[in-house]
């Protein structure tokens, strides 16, 4: 191992003491890692193509950003839109919901043995509102129909 001399004596242009340094990288690969490829790349471009290039890779990460900003504003509206026809749709239930309780407080009075008319004619009205739901509801999923045909069921018995 070669040990410097005193700094202090050394003049400038001398040579006597130089550093160990490690053997020259055999590869590209093994001085820069995974980034040899763009090292290489960038050392064989001419300054306009490279610049070029860059630019390119900007614009390509801009673009990505840009679409993956706007798909996802897309879902929102879609979720929004899906929200105003719900709301609309519950709306349209209170009718629905005010003849059902009419008939279980005539259903009520009929078990009692008062008003067996009034049970038909409140039961006539909670089939007629559930008809009006079914036909200008918006929302037409698996869960809605489940629970349509088991109320209907349930007004039927």
Do not use: C
Not at 38 to 64: I, Q, Y
Not at 81 to 91: C, F, L, M, N, S
């Amino acid at each position: 191992m070669n040990t410097p001399p005193n700094r202090s004596v050394v003049p400038v242009d001398s040579t006597e003491w130089v550093p160990e340094s490690k053997p020259v990288a055999d590869s590209a690969f093994a001085a820069h890692g995974v980034m040899a490829p763009g090292v290489l790349l960038m050392r064989n471009l001419p300054f306009a193509p490279k610049m070029a290039l860059l630019g390119a890779l900007l614009l390509a990460a801009m673009a990505a950003l840009a679409f993956a900003y706007y798909s996802t504003m897309l879902g929102d509206i879609a979720f929004s839109a899906k929200e105003r026809d719900g709301v609309h749709d519950v709306a349209l239930l209170y009718p629905a919901l005010e003849a059902s309780l009419s008939a279980r407080r005539d259903a009520v009075a009929a078990a009692t043995g008062a008003g067996a008319a009034a049970y038909d004619a409140s039961r006539a009205d909670l089939q007629k509102a559930l008809q009006q739901w079914q036909t200008q509801r918006r929302v037409r999923e698996a869960g809605t129909e489940r629970a349509l045909q088991a109320v209907q069921q349930a007004v039927a018995s």
